[in-house]
């Protein structure tokens, strides 16, 4: 038996397997990304990064639950300048890496894609969809189909990369947002962010423990949502989805692609199953693939549709 | 995953020492499962959370030692006996105790702590009270010393000479380095020191394993913030040994910032301090 | 040390504890109700009944996953005449029972309660919020303040019960929801109601495993997002919430009062610790409490907000 | 929770038996952790859900029989060796074995299957083999008699006299006790008949454990479809014993429908049976 063939053409974009590194994982050097290549990941995305730098929330801004993390960094990163120079000559990476742009205005995204069009990204994302930073995604009103097409539409004019729209699972009618990025000319969806935003408070403290008090919601927890909004999506859009939220192992990898993703997100995993998750996620779908007489990734997108 | 604590559990303060002008020590009734170079993440609910090395570790106590330097560590400071404070943790790998290379006991072992990091040795030097090892220990001035009292055998160098031998520590390397001919030598302390110590060891061929320093965040590997050359310092260190050290270049020279900037240890410093 | 008292105060409801079963969660027979009495619950709540039966959706209905529960029941339930006659002379359960009304229309909910007015319920719970039965709850449009508003007014014309309005955590605003109902007339919010919704994919089957294919998340999953909606509406309202979701020991019972709730719901947490699930979490809580130097549930009641 | 699968599992159909005329039975490789009594959830993805008792069980493989009875249990019977069904379970509480008052095999049992009852009934048997057992089978006719050459002391019943005995097994009862004396009687078959048996068993102070039939939705005892009296048929029971049996008074006269209408087991067995 020949095994399987786990590369995939994300609009354009060769990856040598579907597994990606989402925003806000790891993605602060580019040496980290080489580590996330190195261990696997079939593409990477650097931490969201905005015109001007954000010092973020103060600690504790990630914290674990038994369902998966509650995080409220905040959007801390060095700004667009700096991310220019850390990010210089990208395709020393391995792997193709994806750009996450984040602005509280629509001028905002574009000129963060100015400043980073001489660094050689692959694709440009947009988390229109961050559930607990005052200015920016849903607190911002960016959640709509109206924001969505007019910052699609000004980052289109700006770029010739692939650009990806990263969702909120918040979002009731998931599937008419992801058709108003499609088609303002996004090239991708990527579904999905944090979800909530969740609180924890700790009963001796008499607090919430994140220091923003609240915080997005993600991995096992997310997953059946995620899964969910893909599926919907799916229904609604004729472009790939990168499929996010709770994967971490190879079958959960597979039911995100058979409910109609392309590529999958791997953040909370991570934590759960150490840097390597990528290679482990890889050897599981190539077994059970191989178990099920499936030969490509292609194969399986989408038929838990039929 | 860790093993201890994923959220914060409240302590109580049991007791606090008073240990050199700015620092104090504050121990709890707990016994955590501690390796000797781990840290853990001190919460104060409401203000902020740090991460700091166990200082003292029995049987059913822990104790960390906090430097005054910023607002934290002076609320820190302005705390009581009976008050609590969120810990989680810990976290990160250790010191490898004994080395490899020390196992049979025949080996010399060197412990180098410069300012506060001798916070993170303490519990490794009486981890290796069988071995046979030297403790130097530095600091900018007398009254900065930390723990001088705690062990018999201690060299104290204080870059004043107010007290011990006026230097640095690793002045008197080379010296002791041919008395004792060192198969291992353990850091923590400043960079710029530790970054001396790593050369000294790498000329003359020891094992050398520094614990470094990184602004944290998330303290579980995930977030990217205490990146060096492609390591997470909260889950792939904070100790690293010679061979990780030397593909760190890195290490002895940037840090990031909590933005993420990525600048100079000397401007990191400069931050840091407040 | 005296042994602290859990007794409450639920809008004019006196319960020995704060524990109370959700609907959907046992509440289709009075033995079971009795059973719940017995296993030390505070107050019950029944199986959410429409005017005309219903059947529900097909098997599975109910699932488990890593964090929780994902559900379609499809409010099964024999309809308003026959429900009079299992719950005839309720005051016999040792406990305040609850009575779950659903309607498509604002009638059917005023039709259900003059059916059941004799019965002797405690309160009257309107779930304007199910996330994943056509013609109800959100798929209804009953999750805006106006459609709120209209329905509350009607029921509160119909009965001098106290009334509980039930919220989705779907809802970004829920603050302003709760507003809606408590200016309507609702006497207390039950927040909140199941997650999502999300879905479970078979891979060896290629089909999601609820037949209705998507379903509510309840459980771990759903706690952190229920204490931030309990936070949020506590800051919102005057009247006292049951905070609902995930919640199976005394320390999540005291974290979700501490964000605001009067009493706690505990349904998923049934599966997870048996039906005695009740009698733990109060002992729990007492233990807790004497430890912590709490004397009743009223010193805790939203402290975390301090 | 179950300590077996909490969602179902594929699994294929390694062979397919000919049980009766209406009747198959399903085999899987597969080691399920199965104790007599404790019913599984079969699913057809997309179609609906159902439980049914596992009545063959080795160490690598297991087994349910079917009556084909409506929509879904034609579905089923429509299979072929090679496809897949989903399963998940075991639940519920199964039946005592050997129960107390035999463990030392002095005691006498009996076993009483009625129809497709005597699914549940066929790995009980085959635990209680060391035991002093009686086994009465009934059935309608010859046609749908299950298991008939399964153990080699079976006694038969059919309502028509086709086969064995003409009556139905709870007829013979009174003789078999005189003679036999029983500690305990296991039952399951049509509720009717199984309210024979208990109350047989009350009169002479016999132990009896009755594997009730209630429709499910969750399986795992949070819905309350399934309600005896205050008991959860798919977690308290399936199998309850005499004391528990004498406090629903549900038992042998109502269940609910699918609405969770309460009705006589007549109107139950006439909606059950499309
Ligand atoms: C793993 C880890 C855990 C830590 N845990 C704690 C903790 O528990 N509590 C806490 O408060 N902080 C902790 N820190 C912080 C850390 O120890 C301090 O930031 C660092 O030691 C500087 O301390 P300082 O400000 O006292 O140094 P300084 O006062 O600037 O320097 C201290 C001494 O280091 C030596 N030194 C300085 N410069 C040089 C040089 N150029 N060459 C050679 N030697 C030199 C000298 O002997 C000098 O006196 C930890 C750090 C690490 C790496
Ligand atoms: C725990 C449990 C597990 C089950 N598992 C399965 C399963 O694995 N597969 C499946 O297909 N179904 C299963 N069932 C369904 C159940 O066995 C049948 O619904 C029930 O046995 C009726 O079967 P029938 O339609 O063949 O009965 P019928 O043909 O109506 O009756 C069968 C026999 O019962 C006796 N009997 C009937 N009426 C009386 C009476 N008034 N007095 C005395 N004796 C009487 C007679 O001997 C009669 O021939 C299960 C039920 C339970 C309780
Ligand atoms: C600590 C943390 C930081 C995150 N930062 C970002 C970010 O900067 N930009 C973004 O688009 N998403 C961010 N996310 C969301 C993730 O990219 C991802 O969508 C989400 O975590 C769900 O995937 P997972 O369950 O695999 O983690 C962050 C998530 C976490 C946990
Ligand atoms: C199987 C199941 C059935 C439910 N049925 C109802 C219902 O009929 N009416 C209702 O208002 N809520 C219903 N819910 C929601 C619960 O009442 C509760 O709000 C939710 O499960 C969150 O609490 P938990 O995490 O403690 O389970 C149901 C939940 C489950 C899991
Ligand atoms: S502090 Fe987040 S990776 Fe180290
Ligand atoms: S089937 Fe749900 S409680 Fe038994």
Redesign the pocket.
Known sequence: MTTPNLTIDLCGIKLSNPTVLPSGFLGTSKSLLKRVADNGAGAATIKSVSFEPREGHKNPTVIPFEAGLLNAVGYSNPGAEETAREFANIKDVSIPVIASIIGTKTDDFVRVVDKLSANGFSAIELPLSCPHTPGFGLLAGQGTPESTKEIVSAVRKATELPIFVKLSPNIPEIGNLAKAAEDAGANAITAVNTLGPGMIINIEARKPVLSYRVGGVSGQALRPIATRCVYDIFESVKIPIIGTGGISTGRHAIEMIMAGATAIGVGTGIYERGIDIFRKICLEMETWMSENNFNSIDEMIGIAHE | MSEGFEQPVMMKIDKIINESDD?KSFMFRHNLDYKP?Q?IMVWLPGIDEK???V?YSGDDFFG????E?GNF?KLMHNMSVGEQLGIRGPFGHGFSIPADNIKDGSGNACVIG????M??LTVLIERLQDNNITILN???TKA?LLFKNRYKDITI???DGSEGIKG???DALEDLHKENSYNIIYT???E??MS?VYEFCKKHNIQCEA???RYMKCGIGICGQCVCDGQMVCKDG?VFDSQALSSMSDFGNYSLLKSGQRVSLKEYGEW?GC
């Not at chain 2, 960390?64 to 430097?67: A, P």
């Not at chain 2, 410069?114 to 990091?117: P, V």
């Open positions: 620092t170079g840290f991460p700091f090395a200082s960390i030692t906090v430097l330097r560590t410069g300012g506060c990091g916070a993170s530095g600091a900018t900065t160098f204080t870059d640095y520590p690793t923590c302390g400043p710029i020191m001396k614990s470094l320093e904070p840091r």
